[in-house]
C-alpha cells in the first residue's frame, strides 16, 4: 500500500467548553434506563453527541453550531407516560445550551438544528442548571412534573424556566442580586425546591424557587494572601446528601453543610483557578479541575469520633491545557469523569476505580472523516465550516521517469458556501467531474472540469431540484458511477437524484429536476427508547459498486436497501412519472412488483429514469437490526462488476406501449451484492444484501474470528478502504489512532475449525450477544481506560495477604467488583471463546514476536495487520492510478493525519 | 658504642637544623619514655616472647642492647589505681563520665587483636635470639614503647532516628561504637558508653517500663540493656544472631516484652519476643511472632504492643493481636500484608483506639508510607479496612492517599503527635509539613544537606533531625527554629584516595577537613565532592566551624537539564601554613561527560577530554575576628590542564612558602607578596598589610619528563623539617624507575635525585629529621646525610599496592621523630595496621604495632603532642600517643611518690618561686645522659618550647563538657603538669 502521510488539512478544531452526561447515575429511575449519552460542546459552537455506553465512547452525532462558544449544556427528560397497556414509556430526552447569549437554546436531536431559543429580559446567561427529575413519592398522588431550568445571568439576575409541553418557557424570575460583581458564575439545584449560585463576590446565595426567597448567604471568607480580595465562585455541585462543594479563583475546595449552611472544611486543591467540580453518586467522592491541567480527587473518610472529613487523596496532571469542564457518570456498571479543555481532547478518567484503571483520551477528531476522494482524478476534498478544499495528489514516480519534479500537492479548488449553515456532509464523485455538499437546511451540486491552461478547476454549481436542495442532508453520497446522488435529510428521509449530460451542451452536467423519495421500512421503534426521532436518523449510505444497491443505516442499526430496477436506457425519457398503480387503476402486476405494499406513503408515484427505477428491496425485511449503529457500511467491491448489465445495455428491449406508458424492465440486478458492516460495538457481519442473508464469509468469519490485537483496539473505526486485486480481498480499516487490514479474501480463522462454526450457530445475527464476547473482557472496567499494571499504580495496593496462624497466606481479593461477575450466566461460554481465541491466534500466528500480524498457513499471506503508526488520523481516502487502470499495482491512499500540536497552534 | 655514636650523629644533625625546635624536645620526650618503660616491661614479657625481635636489613651490631620488638601491656599504667576508684564512682550521676570504663574495654579490644594479629605482622621478622631480654636493656631503648589508642571520638551516627529522652533533656543517638547522650540545652555531649568492640551498635530503644532503661542492639547478637542515666550496664544477653532492632511493646507487672528484629536462616527475617524481668534483669524468650521470608526492615508497635507494623522491601506488614483482661499482651498476631508498587523508604503508623459511637473493637490504623518515588501514601483505618476485605465487605475499598511532592526518596516520615499532620523530609533539603485537613503544606527550605531521619519529642514540641552530614538538629515545632545542633565530623567516602583534612600546626587539637555536603546519604543524585571546610574541635568532639570551599549545589535543584546531576568541584588537598594562618586548598572540578561529547571525537582519548577539567590553588587568609577563612588568591591552573593537575601540596614548616607538585613534573613553589597598587602598599581596614600569593619559583624535573606525553599519575612531596630540602618524587605508569629529587626550595637546585626508594603507584615521603621516610611497597629509611639507604624492611603484599587499593599514610611526629604508618587492605576482610617506628638512627624499631579492621581515612601526626591522630572510615577519631606523653606530669607524680620524693620540692620550687630559669634551660639542646637516669626536673624543664608556651592552666581547665572532664586525678596531674613547667 502507498501511503501519501499528508499533514496539510488545515481542519480547525476547537476546544472544549462544556460536558454533559444525560444522566449523572442510574439510581432513581423505577422503568427503564434511557440510553446515555454524553454531550460535548466545543468553542466552535459544535455539540459532539457520544455515546459512553459500556465504555464504548462512540461519538454518534456532531451537531453544528455557528462559532459561538457554548458555554454550558444541560440534559432534561421529559415525565414518563405509560401506554394503554400499562408500560412505562420514558419520556423524551432534549438537550439544552447556553452559549454567552441572552438566551436558552433547545437542540433538536434528530435534525442537528436549534429547535427553540428562549429569551427574555435579562444579561447574556452565564450558567444554568436543570432540576433534579421528578421522582414519585410513595404516599403522594402528585403528577409527574417536567424539569425546570434555572438560569443565572451576568447582571445577577437568576431566571427559571420551565419544559413542560416539550416546550420551553420564561416563568419568572427568581431573584435580581445588584452590585458590580453580581455576575451569577454557577448555579446548581442542592433538591428540587432550593437553588445553590456562586457569584463573582466571592458569595454563595441559596435560593428557594418556589418563593423566590433568598435563604441565607455563605462568604468564601478571606481569601489566600496575595490573591485578590473578592473571588470567583467557579463551581458549585451538591453532593446527594445535600452537603454543597464550591471550587473558587484561588483553587479552594470548600465543603459547606447542606441544613445549616456552614463551612465545614476548605482544602487547598490547587495552586490556580479550580474550574470545575464533579461529585459521585455516593457523595463519597469529589474531583476538581484546574486552569493548569491539574485533576484532584478528594475523598470523604470517617475518622476516630465518627467525624466525616475529606482529604484530597491524589492529583494528576490530565490536560496539558486548562480543565474547562467535567461531568460525571457514576453508576454500577460504569463510573467515569470526562473533562476537557482547550487542549481538543477528551480524556475519561475513571471515577469508582481511580488510580487502578488507566485514563483514556477520546479522539478529538470527527467520528465520520470530513474527507473523500476522486480516486480516479487523485483528487482529496476536505470540507469544515462552510469551505470545502480540493487537492490534487501526484502520483509518486520514481526519481528518473519525471524530468521536472512535482510539487506532491496542489490545491485546485477552495469552494465556499454561501449557506446559512455548516456543511454537514460532501461527496465526490469517483471521477472527480461531481461534488456534492449538504447543509441541515440545503443540498448544493457542483461540477469540476479540468481547466486546459490552469491547474485550479473549474467550479460549476448545478441547479438542484427545490425539495432536494432545500430540505438539506446528513448524509450525501454519489453513486460510483456518477450518475445517482443520494440524500438522507435530517428528517430520516433518502432520496435520490439523477444526474446526467446537458444534452444542449455535452460539456455539462444536469440534475435531473426530480428528485424521488425511497421509502424506508416502517419499524416500530423500542417504545424504551427515549431518543426516538434521533435514533432513526439516517448516518450511513452506501452505494453498490456497479450503483445498483443503495442501502442506508440509522442510529438504531436499522438497514434500509433499495435496488435499482431495469437497465439504463439512453433512449428513454428522462424523466418518466408513473402513476400508481392502485390510483391509475391500471392491473399491470410486473409493475406493482416492485413498489412495495406495506407503503402506506401518500406519494405514490413511480419515477423512472432512463428506464431504471428505485424501488425496495424485497429482501430488505430479512436484513436484521444490527446492534449498534453502523461505523463502517462498504460493499466488497467484485472485480466482475459489469457483467450482467453489458448484454443489456443498449438493447432495452423494452417499449411503452398504451397499456403500459411508462415500461421499464424490472430486471432486478444480479450477483452477489456483498455488504460488509462494522458496528460501533466492533461486531463484523458480511451481508448478502440481495439474498437478505449472512453472506458465507460472515458465516464463516464471525466477529469472534477477529484477530484480538484489533478486536482490543478501543478507538472506533472511522471508515474503510478496499484493495481488492484479482489475487487479494483486502479491507484496510482505520480509526483515530489505527489503522488496520483484514485479509477478508480468506477466511480470518481457519475453515475448519470447529469451534468457530459452533459459536456461529450459537450467535443470532444481529442480536446483541455477539457483542458479550467483548463486553465480558471490559465488564470488570468501569468504563474508562483498561486495568492499570500494577507496578504502576500510585497509591492503591497491589496484593492484601492475610498470614494464617499455621503460616499460610490467603489472598484477599482486592477487585471491588466482584459481585458484578457474578451474575454472568455462561461463564463456562467465555471461558471457551477465549480458548478458541487463543487457539486461534496460535494457528494463525504461530509466534508472538510479530504480534501485530499474522500470516495464514496455506496462502502464506497475512491474514491481518495493525498499526498504530499514523495519529491522530482525520480519515483515508484511496487513490488510483490515473495512467494506467490495469489491476496489480498497488492499493494508493492519502493518509491524513492532524497532529493537535497543529490543530493548537492554528487555534491560538 | 655504636649506638652513642650514631646519637652522636642524631645530634649533629639536629644541631644543623638547630633553628628547628623541636630537636631537643624530641630527645627529652625519649628520656621520659624510658622510665615508663620501667613498669611496662614486666607485663610486656609475656608478649615479648611471642613477639621475637624484628630489623631491617642492615642490623646493627649492637642490636642486642636494644629492647625488643615489644607489644603494649594489656593494661595501661595508671589503669591498677584508677579504675577501682573511677568504677565505683561511676554508679550514679549522669554527669559522671564512664570514661575508665569504657577505656578498658576499648583499650583491650585493641590489645586482643593486635596480639591476634603479631603472628602475621606485616613486618617480616627475623627469628631472634635475645627474645629474653633482661628488663634493664629497656633502659636502653630511648624511646617509650608504650603506646596506648585512646578511645574513639565522633564517629558516624548509624541510621537511626534519634530518641528523645521522656524529659526531652536529653537525645540519646548511637554511633556504630558508643551510644552517646547529649543535653538538648547545651548540645553537648554527656555521655557515652560503649557496649561492644567487636560489633557495630544497630540500634537502640528505650524501654517503655523504666524511661532510665535503654535497650541496644548489636550487630553480632548482644542484646544489652543500659542505665543510660548512670551508664551502667545491667545485663548482656547473647542472642546468637545479628539483631537488627530491638523494640519495647509492652510492659506489665515488671515484666516487659521486648521484640527483636533478627536475621534468621536464608534471607529472611524473625521477629523474636523476649520476656525482661525489670527487677532481675532476666532475659527471657518467648516466641517468634513473625517469621517471613523477607527482609524486614524495621517494625513500629502501637497500642501496647496490639498492633505491630512492620516494612520490607515493598509492603507492609500490619500485625494484630489482642490483650488479654487483665492487660497482658498476646503474642499471636494475625498478619496481613499490603504490597506496594515501589519500594518503601519510610513509614510512620499511627494509631486511635477510638472512644467513637461505633463501640468497634479494630483500633483506627493511619499509615502513612514514603516511597522511593518521592510519594507518600497515607492510609486511612487501613486495618478496619483489611479486615473488612476479608469479610467480603466491599463498601470499604483500600484506597490510599497521594501527597507527592518530593522529587526523590522520601527518607523520613512521621506523624505529627496530634496526628495531624505529617512531616517528611528529603534529599531535597526541605523539611515538609503536611497540614492533612486543608491539604495546605509548610516548607522549612535550605537546610544544610539532606534529611535523613526525623524523630518527634514525646510532648511535640521539638522534631530532632539527623541530616546527611552526620549532624543532629532539633527545632522547636513552634518557630522552626533550631535549638540544638550536633555536629560529628563528616568526612565523605574516601576508600580509595586520602581524605583531605589536615591539623592546625600551633593550636590544640584542632582538625580541618574538606568535607562533602552528604558524606552520610546513600544513592548518587547528590554528588559526594568535598565542597566544605569542616573545623573540628578534637577534644570537645565539636564542629567549630564550617564554610564553603568551592560553589556548591547543596540546596539548590542540582539536576541539569538532561537529567544529570550537576557536578560540585572536588577539594583533593588541603594544608595549612607552619604558623596556621594561611590555608591552602587545590580543587578539581570536571563536567560530565555528556557534556563535553559535543566538543570531542569519540576517538579523542579520554586525556584530551580532561583537560576540560578545571583546577584551582586556593590560598585563604584567616579572619581572626569570626575565625573563618578568607579567600585571599585563587591560582586556576596551576599546572598543565589536565585531571589530577596536582598530585601534592606541601608547605615549608618555617616560613611562608608552598609548594605543589604536578602530574607535568614540576614543581612550583607559592610565596605571598605584599599587595601593592600604584606603588602603595594595599592594607585592610585594621591597616595590616595585605598579601597575594604568587608562583616564586618553578622547578622542572625534565629528566623525568623528557620525551612523556602522558601524565604523572602519582606523586609525594615533601618538606624537611627545617625546610631546608624538598624532596619530590613523581610516577609515570609506564615508567619502573622512580627518582627521588631531593632539591634546595632557595636555588631550585635538584641537589640529588636518588633512583630505588619509591616504587610505582602511590608512594609516601616523610622526613624525620636527616632521614628521608619512603613508604610505597616497602619501607626505606634514606640517610639524607650520607646518602645512603640505612634501613629497609619490605610490607606484606596483600596490604600494599598493587595489591590493596586502600591508601597507605605515612606520618611523622615532629616532635619526637616517630613515626607512624599505615596500610591497609582493600579486599575485604578490610583490615589496617598501624605501626609506630622510632628510626633515630637510621634503623628500624617498631614501637608499636595496632591492627584493627576496617580502612581508616587518614594517619596525621600531632602538632603539639607527641603522638598521632587516626581517623578511621567511620569518622572516628582517635589518638596514638605515647603514654607518657600523655601527661607529662604523670611522670612526675609517679616518680615523685615513688623513686625521688626530694624532687618534689624541687618541682614546686619552680612552680611557685623560678619560672624564668626554664627559658635558659629550654633551648641549650642538651643531651641528656641516661645512665643518670630520670632526673625529673630536667624533664620538666626542658619539657618548656614554644609550642607548649601556650599550654597554661586555661587550656587544662577549659573543659567543653563533662563527658571531656578527666577524673579529679588526672586533672590535678594535668594542673600539677602545667605548672611545674612554669
Known amino acids: 500500500m502507498d501511503v501519501h502521510r499528508s499533514r496539510f488539512v488545515p481542519y480547525p478544531a476547537s476546544a472544549i467548553s462544556a460536558l454533559a452526561f444525560s444522566r449523572s447515575s442510574d439510581s432513581g429511575y423505577t422503568g427503564p434506563l434511557p440510553a446515555l449519552k454524553l454531550a460535548i460542546g466545543r468553542a466552535n459552537g459544535n455539540i459532539e453527541i457520544w455515546d459512553p455506553q459500556k465504555g464504548l465512547w462512540v461519538q454518534e452525532a456532531i451537531l453544528l453550531g455557528n462559532n459561538i462558544s457554548i458555554d454550558a449544556l444541560a440534559w432534561t427528560q421529559d415525565p414518563d407516560e405509560k401506554d394503554a397497556e400499562g408500560h412505562v414509556l420514558p419520556g423524551q430526552q432534549r438537550l439544552f445550551s447556553i452559549a454567552s447569549s441572552a438566551a436558552i437554546t433547545e437542540w433538536n436531536l434528530a435534525t442537528g438544528q436549534p429547535k427553540r431559543r428562549s429569551t427574555g429580559n435579562f444579561s447574556e446567561v452565564w450558567c444554568f442548571a436543570a432540576q433534579p427529575r421528578w421522582k414519585p413519592q410513595k404516599n403522594s398522588e402528585e403528577e409527574a412534573r417536567a424539569q425546570e431550568l434555572i438560569a443565572g445571568c451576568g447582571d445577577g439576575t437568576i431566571v427559571l424556566l420551565s419544559t413542560t409541553d416539550d416546550d420551553l418557557q420564561f416563568k419568572r424570575f427568581l431573584a435580581r442580586v445588584s452590585g458590580k460583581k453580581a455576575r451569577c458564575m454557577c448555579i446548581t439545584y442542592q433538591n428540587r425546591d432550593r437553588v445553590v449560585a456562586g457569584f463573582a463576590d466571592s458569595m454563595i446565595r441559596i435560593y428557594d424557587t418556589r418563593n423566590g426567597s433568598l435563604l441565607r448567604t455563605m462568604s468564601l471568607g478571606v481569601s489566600i494572601p496575595g490573591a485578590p480580595k473578592s473571588a470567583l465562585v467557579w463551581q458549585v455541585k451538591c453532593l446527594p446528601n445535600g452537603d454543597i462543594v464550591s471550587g473558587d479563583s484561588n483553587g479552594e475546595v470548600k465543603f459547606w453543610d447542606g441544613r445549616t449552611y456552614s463551612l465545614v472544611q476548605r482544602i487547598s486543591g490547587h495552586e490556580s483557578d479550580c474550574l470545575d467540580l464533579i461529585v459521585s453518586s455516593d457523595g463519597r467522592t469529589v474531583m476538581s479541575g484546574s486552569i493548569d491541567g491539574r485533576m484532584a480527587i478528594y475523598r470523604q473518610s470517617t475518622g476516630d469520633q465518627g467525624r466525616k472529613s475529606w482529604a484530597r487523596s491524589s492529583h494528576r496532571r490530565v490536560h496539558s491545557g486548562e480543565v474547562k469542564a467535567m461531568a460525571a457518570f457514576d453508576s454500577k456498571g460504569m463510573s467515569v469523569v470526562v473533562s476537557g479543555g482547550s487542549d481538543l481532547t477528551p480524556m475519561v478518567q475513571p471515577l469508582r476505580e481511580y488510580g487502578k484503571e488507566n485514563l483514556r483520551a477520546l479522539p478529538a477528531l470527527p467520528q465520520q472523516p470530513p474527507v473523500a476522494s476522486a480516486p480516479k482524478a487523485r483528487l482529496v476534498a476536505s470540507w469544515w465550516e462552510k469551505s470545502i478544499y480540493v487537492w490534487r495528489i501526484t502520483k509518486q514516480s520514481t526519481v528518473d521517469s519525471v524530468p521536472e519534479p512535482q510539487r506532491p500537492r496542489k490545491l485546485v479548488a477552495r469552494i465556499g458556501l454561501d449557506t446559512k449553515d455548516n456543511i454537514q456532509s460532501a461527496s465526490l464523485a469517483f471521477d472527480g467531474r461531481l461534488l456534492a455538499a449538504a447543509t441541515t437546511t440545503e443540498v448544493k451540486v457542483f461540477q469540476l472540469r479540468k481547466r486546459m491552461e490552469l491547474d485550479a478547476l473549474a467550479v460549476r454549481k448545478l441547479a438542484v431540484p427545490g425539495d432536494f436542495a432545500t430540505l438539506g442532508a446528513h448524509v450525501i453520497e454519489f453513486s460510483p458511477d456518477g450518475e445517482w446522488l443520494a440524500g438522507a435529510t435530517p428528517e430520516g428521509e433518502v432520496h435520490v437524484v439523477r444526474i446526467t449530460h446537458d444534452t444542449e451542451n455535452p460539456k455539462h452536467l444536469q440534475v435531473l429536476s426530480k428528485a424521488v423519495e425511497l421509502e424506508r421500512q416502517h419499524r416500530s421503534v423500542q417504545p424504551s427508547s427515549a431518543f426516538k426521532a434521533y435514533e432513526r436518523t439516517v448516518n450511513r449510505l452506501t452505494f453498490a459498486p456497479d450503483s445498483s444497491v443503495l442501502v442506508a443505516a440509522d442510529r438504531a442499526g436499522y438497514l434500509d436497501s433499495w435496488i435499482l430496477e431495469g437497465h439504463e436506457d439512453p433512449t428513454a425519457p428522462a424523466i418518466d412519472i408513473a402513476k400508481h398503480e392502485s390510483k391509475v387503476g391500471s392491473s399491470d402486476a410486473g409493475s406493482d412488483s416492485g413498489s412495495s405494499s406495506d407503503s402506506s406513503d401518500e406519494d405514490d408515484s413511480n419515477i423512472i429514469f432512463f428506464g431504471q427505477h428505485w424501488t425496495d428491496n424485497p429482501a430488505a425485511h430479512l436484513l436484521p437490526k444490527l446492534d449498534s449503529q453502523a461505523l463502517v457500511m462498504t460493499f466488497r467491491p467484485s472485480r466482475l462488476r459489469q457483467n450482467g448489465q453489458s448484454m443489456v445495455n443498449g438493447n432495452p428491449g423494452i417499449h411503452s406501449t398504451r397499456n403500459n406508458p411508462h415500461a421499464h424492465s424490472h430486471e432486478l440486478p444480479r450477483g452477489e451484492h456483498r455488504l460488509w458492516v462494522l458496528t460501533a460495538k466492533h461486531e463484523m457481519f458480511e451481508f448478502d444484501v440481495l439474498a437478505g442473508r449472512l453472506s458465507d464469509w460472515s458465516r464463516r468469519n464471525p466477529t469472534a474470528t477477529l484477530p484480538d490485537d484489533i478486536s482490543k483496539i478501543r478507538d472506533r473505526v472511522m471508515g474503510a478502504v478496499w484493495d481488492v486485486e484479482a489475487q487479494r480481498q483486502r479491507l484496510w480499516l482505520y480509526g483515530s489512532s489505527f489503522v488496520c487490514m483484514l485479509n477478508v479474501g480468506v477466511d480470518l480463522a481457519d475453515s475448519g475449525h470447529p469451534q468457530a462454526l459452533t459459536k456461529r450457530r450459537r450467535k443470532p445475527k444481529g442480536d446483541s450477544e455477539g457483542y458479550e464476547s467483548d463486553r465480558k473482557r471490559r465488564k470488570l472496567e468501569s468504563g474508562a481506560g483498561g486495568k492499570v499494571a500494577s507496578a504502576l499504580r500510585n497509591g492503591a495496593p497491589e496484593i492484601v495477604k492475610r498470614h494464617e496462624e499455621d503460616g499460610a497466606l490467603t489472598d484477599v481479593k482486592l477487585n471491588g467488583q466482584e459481585k458484578l461477575t457474578q451474575d454472568s450466566d455462561n461463564d463456562d461460554d467465555e471461558d471457551d471463546e477465549r480458548m478458541d481465541l487463543q487457539l486461534t491466534r496460535i494457528r494463525n500466528g504461530g509466534n508472538d514476536s510479530d504480534a501485530l500480524s499474522a500470516v495464514a498457513k496455506s496462502t502464506g499471506e497475512r491474514q491481518w495487520w495493525c498499526t498504530f503508526k499514523y495519529r491522530p488520523i482525520l480519515g483515508m481516502v484511496p487513490l488510483e492510478d490515473d495512467s494506467d487502470a490495469t489491476d496489480g499495482g498497488p492499493l494508493e491512499v492519502v493518509l491524513i493525519e492532524r497532529p493537535v500540536w497543529d490543530v493548537q497552534n492554528q487555534s491560538s | ?982
Open chain 2, 1 to 982: 658504642m655504636a649506638q652513642l655514636a650514631k646519637r652522636d650523629a642524631g645530634v649533629a644533625f639536629d644541631g644543623a637544623a638547630s633553628d628547628s625546635p623541636h630537636a631537643s624536645k624530641r630527645q627529652r620526650k625519649r628520656n621520659s619514655r624510658k622510665s615508663a618503660d620501667e613498669s611496662a616491661s614486666t607485663s610486656a614479657h609475656a608478649t615479648s616472647e611471642e613477639t621475637p625481635l624484628k630489623n631491617g636489613t642492615a642490623r646493627p651490631p649492637d642490636v642486642q642492647e636494644l629492647g625488643p620488638y615489644e607489644v603494649t601491656p594489656r593494661v595501661p599504667r595508671h589503669e591498677p589505681e584508677k579504675s577501682p576508684k573511677s568504677q565505683a564512682k561511676s554508679t550514679r550521676a549522669v554527669e559522671t563520665p564512664s570514661k575508665e570504663k569504657g577505656q578498658t574495654i576499648d583499650m583491650t579490644m585493641w590489645e586482643d587483636i593486635s596480639t591476634d594479629n603479631t603472628k602475621a605482622l606485616a613486618v617480616k621478622t627475623k627469628p631472634s635470639k635475645v627474645s629474653e631480654t633482661p628488663s634493664k636493656s629497656k633502659k636502653a631503648q630511648p624511646v617509650s614503647s608504650d603506646w596506648s589508642l585512646s578511645r574513639g571520638h565522633g564517629g558516624t551516627f548509624i541510621e537511626q532516628d534519634p530518641i528523645f529522652t521522656s524529659d526531652n533533656q536529653f537525645l540519646i543517638i548511637p554511633t556504630h561504637s558508643d551510644v552517646k547522650i547529649f543535653s538538648t540545652k547545651t548540645s553537648l555531649l554527656v555521655r557515652s558508653f560503649q557496649v561492644d568492640n567487636k560489633s557495630d551498635i544497630t540500634n537502640c530503644a528505650l524501654s517503655t517500663a523504666d524511661p532510665s532503661r535503654l535497650y541496644v542492639s548489636n550487630s553480632r547478637g548482644l542484646l544489652s540493656m543500659w542505665d543510660w542515666v548512670s551508664g551502667v550496664i545491667l545485663r548482656k544477653q547473647e542472642l546468637g544472631r545479628g539483631v537488627q532492632q530491638v523494640l519495647p511493646i509492652h510492659s506489665q507487672d515488671k515484666k516487659e516484652i521486648v521484640l527483636v528484629l533478627q536475621q534468621s536462616e536464608g534471607k529472611g527475617t524473625s521477629a523474636v519476643a523476649f520476656a525482661v524481668d525489670t527487677a532481675t534483669n532476666q532475659f527471657n524468650q518467648l516466641q517468634v511472632v513473625l517469621q517471613r521470608n523477607l527482609r524486614l526492615s524495621s517494625i513500629q508497635a502501637h497500642a501496647q504492643g496490639s498492633i505491630l507494623v512492620a516494612s520490607a522491601r515493598d509492603r507492609i506488614l500490619v500485625g494484630q493481636s489482642q490483650l488479654t483482661a487483665d492487660g497482658g499482651l498476646d503474642l499471636t498476631y494475625t498478619w496481613r500484608e499490603i504490597s506496594f508498587p515501589g519500594s518503601i523508604i519510610s513509614f510512620d503508623a499511627q494509631i486511635n483506639i477510638g472512644k467513637s459511637k461505633t463501640s468497634r473493637k479494630v483500633p483506627f490504623l493511619d499509615v502513612a508510607v514514603g516511597l522511593q518515588n518521592g510519594a507518600i501514601i497515607h492510609y486511612e483505618d487501613v486495618l478496619f479496612k483489611l479486615i473488612g476485605r476479608e469479610k467480603k465487605n466491599l463498601n470499604q475499598d483500600i484506597v490510599g492517599r497521594k501527597l507527592h511532592w518530593h522529587r526523590t526518596s522520601v527518607n523520613t516520615l512521621k506523624w505529627s503527635r496530634d496526628r495531624n499532620y505529617l512531616i517528611s523530609g528529603g534529599d531535597e533539603t526541605v523539611l515538609v509539613i503536611w497540614q492533612l485537613d486543608t491539604n495546605q503544606k509548610q516548607f522549612l527550605p535550605h537546610l544544610s544537606t539532606s534529611i535523613l531521619g526525623l524523630t518527634v519529642s514525646a510532648s511535640g514540641s521539638s522534631y530532632a533531625l539527623r541530616l546527611g552530614d552526620n549532624s543532629i538538629m532539633v527545632l522547636s515545632t513552634a518557630d522552626l527554629l533550631p535549638s540544638t545542633n550536633i555536629n560529628g565530623l563528616a568526612l565523605g567516602d574516601t576508600q580509595h584516595h586520602r581524605a583531605p583534612v589536615a591539623l592546625h600546626p600551633t593550636a590544640e587539637n584542632r582538625l580541618f577537613a574538606a568535607i562533602p555536603a552528604n558524606p552520610v546519604t546513600k544513592g548518587s543524585l547528590r554528588g559526594k565532592s568535598s565542597t566544605l571546610l569542616q573545623s573540628y574541635d578534637l577534644e570537645s568532639d565539636l564542629q567549630i566551624g564550617r564554610q564553603a570551599l568551592t560553589r556548591n549545589m547543596t540546596t539548590a535543584l542540582n539536576v541539569a537539564p538532561s537529567g544529570q546531576s550537576v557536578q560540585e568541584p572536588n577539594v583533593t588537598q588541603i594544608a595549612v601554613s607552619h604558623d596556621g594562618k594561611w590555608l591552602a586548598t587545590v580543587d578539581e572540578w570536571q563536567p560530565n561527560d555528556q557534556d563535553l561529547d559535543a566538543r570531542y571525537i569519540e576517538a579523542d582519548a579520554s586525556r584530551d577530554r580532561g583537560s576540560a577539567t578545571e583546577t584551582s590553588l586556593r590560598l585563604w587568609t584567616v579572619n581572626d575576628n569570626d575565625n573563618t577563612w578568607e579567600l585571599v588568591t585563587r591560582v586556576d591552573e596551576p599546572h598543565k590542564p589536565g585531571p589530577h593537575s596536582i598530585l601534592g601540596l606541601a608547605v615549608s614548616p618555617t616560613r611562608l612558602e608552598m609548594a605543589t607538585i604536578g602530574s607535568d613534573a614540576n614543581i612550583r613553589l607559592w610565596s605571598p607578596k605584599a599587595r601593592h597598587r600604584n606603588g602603595v602598599a594595599v592594607r585592610n581596614s585594621s591597616n595590616e598589610q595585605l598579601y597575594t600569593w604568587t608562583c616564586s619559583r618553578t622547578i622542572p624535573c625534565e629528566q623525568d619528563a623528557s620525551g612523556r606525553t602522558e601524565a604523572a599519575t602519582w606523586a609525594a612531596l615533601v618538606y624537611s623539617d627545617d625546610g631546608s630540602v624538598l624532596a619530590g618524587s613523581w610516577s609515570w605508569q609506564s615508567d619502573s624507575t622512580r627518582f627521588v629529587h631531593l632539591i634546595d626550595p632557595r636555588t631550585g637546585q635538584i641537589s640529588l635525585s636518588q633512583p630505588d626508594l619509591l616504587h610505582q603507584g602511590d608512594g609516601k615521603m616523610e622526613f624525620s629529621g636527616r632521614y628521608l621516610v619512603c613508604l610505597s611497597q616497602m619501607l626505606t629509611v634514606y640517610d639524607t646525610l650520607t646518602s645512603q639507604v640505612t634501613s629497609t624492611i619490605s610490607l606484606d603484599p596483600a596490604l600494599v599496592s598493587p595489591q590493596s587499593q586502600a591508601p597507605s599514610f605515612l606520618a611523622v611526629n615532629k616532635l619526637d621523630g616517630t613515626v607512624a604508618v599505615s596500610i591497609s587492605r582493600s579486599q575485604k576482610p578490610r583490615s589496617t595496621k598501624v605501626l609506630v617506628l622510632n628510626i633515630s638512627g637510621g634503623e628500624i624499631k617498631p614501637l608499636h604495632e595496632i591492627s584493627f579492621p576496617g580502612t581508616i581515612r587518614s594517619l596525621l601526626a600531632s602538632t603539639t603532642a607527641p603522638g598521632f591522630l587516626i581517623v578511621d572510615d567511620r569518622n572516628v577519631l582517635r589518638s596514638l600517643k605515647p603514654s607518657g606523653s600523655q601527661v607529662i606530669t604523670s611522670v612526675i607524680s609517679r616518680s615523685l611518690t615513688t623513686h625521688e620524693p626530694e624532687q618534689v620540692t624541687k618541682g614546686l620550687d619552680n612552680i611557685f618561686g623560678r619560672a624564668g630559669v626554664n627559658t635558659v634551660a629550654g633551648t641549650d639542646g642538651v643531651v641528656e645522659d641516661e645512665n643518670v637516669g630520670g632526673d625529673v626536673m630536667k624533664q620538666s624543664l626542658t619539657n618548656e618550647d614554644a609550642t607548649t608556651s601556650s599550654r597554661d592552666l586555661n587550656s587544662v581547665l577549659r573543659i567543653v563538657s563533662s563527658t571531656q572532664a578527666p577524673s579529679p586525678a588526672e586533672l590535678f596531674q594535668r594542673v600539677v603538669g602545667v605548672l611545674a613547667k612554669r
